[in-house]
């Protein structure tokens, strides 16, 4: 859809953007809750024009890598390294997030052990199927767009017998945390740009108690430079006329239902509890495990792992505080100096969905003029 | 991780798996999410599955959008 990178139609909606943010008559501050919308701005050199039109975007904590705390990641390491015969499988970014421990990547495999960077969960399921002598662990984080996909490799699992498969679980639902966010204040946000793939998945409804409780307008926003500026001047017309709801700016590619299909598989599978997020500490109903029927697949218990570790962050990291929308990256005294791309300290330099990977990478030109 | 892309469905096999083209290359895709997928139907895919349908007449409807926005742009300038 090239024409939702047409310069002049976004010349078009940066006006209407700069003139609805004039109206407000103070700098309005949008959170955009999807790392992946995060690296969409700077990508396309959205960010700077934003600031232009008077409106100040902040990261959120949409990074599951990110707020995954350090326990899960060190579990993951304990399995790999402490388990002959396993293979470890995962998405690409978690293999470089640091701990206490090192990351999955510096580990040293117990013999026979690997670990195995795959792009769907089904692929470490397919390996549990060919060789039924590995154990086979897919090390799952996700948001609702992907907690669907893994649930669907354990229902498969158990469908079908197979024992050699289980899940480590860093699965964590979006709205809940949206509350944590706008409870504690500190964030300040006067609009949210909901992530659209999650909602692809959970519809629109989940997020109706944000405008109905904390009177904070929104929109669900798709992943062109042209979707999320549609996005920016629903939220912001909502704000001006004192109607704050939940707009869905991505109807090509989403319903406000969502797909029931995969909520009612997640449904199936697991359940909500309180999960403990890096940066926002315990939120209640926030994060989802297996459900009685499925517990033998969980990792955790499989592999005699305790029930909590060390969940500092590693020292001097503010990675919590960016998730939160507190401080920016820039905030960080570690940012671009001790913490780089090539040796990270936290895991927000580490996923391409990280807040401080992305400015680094993408607001050179910013840095350098502030 | 949330990054999905839109694809088009070019094959579905007995067992329903289905193959879609993305940029010009022929990928697997899990649809047993979107059982109400067609072959010709545009589907967002992330991690292997294809989570949603994509709606033909909202994208023709987003495109004139955008086409106006354009338009009344160049007018303007
Ligand atoms: S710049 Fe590095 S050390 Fe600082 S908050 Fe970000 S990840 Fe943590």
Redesign the pocket.
């Given at each position: 859809m090239k024409e939702l990178r047409n310069p002049a139609a976004l010349r078009s909606l940066l006006s209407d953007i700069e003139e609805q943010s004039r109206k407000i008559g103070r700098t309005p501050r949008l959170m955009e809750v999807c790392g992946t919308h995060t690296m969409a701005l700077f990508k396309s050199g959205l960010t700077p024009l934003l600031a232009e039109a008077g409106v100040e975007m902040v990261s959120g904590p949409g990074c599951p890598v990110c707020i995954t705390p350090n326990a899960i990641h060190e579990a993951a390491i304990a399995i790999v390294t402490g388990t002959e015969g396993v293979t470890l499988a995962t998405f690409g970014d978690m293999t470089r997030v640091p701990t206490r421990k090192g990351s999955l990547q510096t580990a040293v495999p117990a013999r026979d052990s690997r670990m195995r960077i795959v792009y769907s969960p089904e692929e470490a399921l397919n390996e549990a199927r060919r060789d039924p002598a590995r154990k086979v662990v897919f090390y799952g984080a996700g948001f609702e767009t992907t907690i669907p996909a893994i649930a669907y490799t354990v229902r498969q699992a158990a469908a079908e017998g197979l024992r050699n498969y289980s899940v480590l679980p860093a699965l964590w639902l979006v709205p809940p945390a949206l509350r944590a966010i706008l409870e504690a204040g500190e964030a300040a946000v006067d609009g949210f740009i909901y992530p659209g793939h999650v909602s692809a998945v959970i519809g629109a409804e989940p997020y109706e108690f944000v405008a109905r409780e904390f009177g904070v307008p929104g929109a669900i926003a798709g992943f062109e430079p042209g979707d999320i500026l549609l996005a920016i001047r629903s939220v912001l017309e909502q704000a001006v006329e004192g109607k704050p709801r939940v707009a869905l700016e991505y109807s090509r590619a989403i319903g406000r239902e969502g797909n029931p299909v995969a909520r009612a598989l997640m449904d199936e599978v697991l359940e909500p509890f309180d999960a403990s997020w890096r940066g926002l500490g315990v939120i209640p109903a926030s994060g989802l495990r297996f459900r009685k029927e499925f517990a033998a697949y969980d990792a955790g218990p499989r592999f005699g792992l305790k029930e909590s570790g060390d969940d500092r962050d590693l020292a001097?990291?503010?990675?919590g505080e960016?998730l939160r929308g507190v401080i920016r990256?820039e905030g960080?005294r570690?940012?671009g100096k001790k913490?780089l791309p090539d040796s990270?300290?936290?895991?927000?330099?580490v996923s391409y969905e990280g807040a401080?990977l992305i400015h680094f990478k993408y607001g050179g030109e910013r840095r350098a003029r502030s | 991780m949330c990054l999905a892309v839109p694809a088009k469905i070019s094959h579905i096999d007995e067992s329903g798996q289905g193959t879609a083209s993305y940029m010009g290359s022929e990928v697997k895709v899990n649809l047993a999410l979107v059982p109400q997928a067609r072959r010709g139907n545009w589907v967002i895919i992330h991690a292997g599955f294809a989570i949603s349908v994509m709606d033909a007449k909202e994208a023709r409807e987003t495109l004139r959008l955008f086409r106006e926005l354009a338009a009344a742009q160049d007018e303007g300038a």
């Amino acid at each position: 859809m090239k024409e939702l990178r047409n310069p002049a139609a976004l010349r078009s909606l940066l006006s209407d953007i700069e003139e609805q943010s004039r109206k407000i008559g103070r700098t309005p501050r949008l959170m955009e809750v999807c790392g992946t919308h995060t690296m969409a701005l700077f990508k396309s050199g959205l960010t700077p024009l934003l600031a232009e039109a008077g409106v100040e975007m902040v990261s959120g904590p949409g990074c599951p890598v990110c707020i995954t705390p350090n326990a899960i990641h060190e579990a993951a390491i304990a399995i790999v390294t402490g388990t002959e015969g396993v293979t470890l499988a995962t998405f690409g970014d978690m293999t470089r997030v640091p701990t206490r421990k090192g990351s999955l990547q510096t580990a040293v495999p117990a013999r026979d052990s690997r670990m195995r960077i795959v792009y769907s969960p089904e692929e470490a399921l397919n390996e549990a199927r060919r060789d039924p002598a590995r154990k086979v662990v897919f090390y799952g984080a996700g948001f609702e767009t992907t907690i669907p996909a893994i649930a669907y490799t354990v229902r498969q699992a158990a469908a079908e017998g197979l024992r050699n498969y289980s899940v480590l679980p860093a699965l964590w639902l979006v709205p809940p945390a949206l509350r944590a966010i706008l409870e504690a204040g500190e964030a300040a946000v006067d609009g949210f740009i909901y992530p659209g793939h999650v909602s692809a998945v959970i519809g629109a409804e989940p997020y109706e108690f944000v405008a109905r409780e904390f009177g904070v307008p929104g929109a669900i926003a798709g992943f062109e430079p042209g979707d999320i500026l549609l996005a920016i001047r629903s939220v912001l017309e909502q704000a001006v006329e004192g109607k704050p709801r939940v707009a869905l700016e991505y109807s090509r590619a989403i319903g406000r239902e969502g797909n029931p299909v995969a909520r009612a598989l997640m449904d199936e599978v697991l359940e909500p509890f309180d999960a403990s997020w890096r940066g926002l500490g315990v939120i209640p109903a926030s994060g989802l495990r297996f459900r009685k029927e499925f517990a033998a697949y969980d990792a955790g218990p499989r592999f005699g792992l305790k029930e909590s570790g060390d969940d500092r962050d590693l020292a001097g990291c503010r990675c919590g505080e960016v998730l939160r929308g507190v401080i920016r990256p820039e905030g960080c005294r570690l940012f671009g100096k001790k913490c780089l791309p090539d040796s990270p300290l936290g895991p927000c330099m580490v996923s391409y969905e990280g807040a401080c990977l992305i400015h680094f990478k993408y607001g050179g030109e910013r840095r350098a003029r502030s | 991780m949330c990054l999905a892309v839109p694809a088009k469905i070019s094959h579905i096999d007995e067992s329903g798996q289905g193959t879609a083209s993305y940029m010009g290359s022929e990928v697997k895709v899990n649809l047993a999410l979107v059982p109400q997928a067609r072959r010709g139907n545009w589907v967002i895919i992330h991690a292997g599955f294809a989570i949603s349908v994509m709606d033909a007449k909202e994208a023709r409807e987003t495109l004139r959008l955008f086409r106006e926005l354009a338009a009344a742009q160049d007018e303007g300038a």
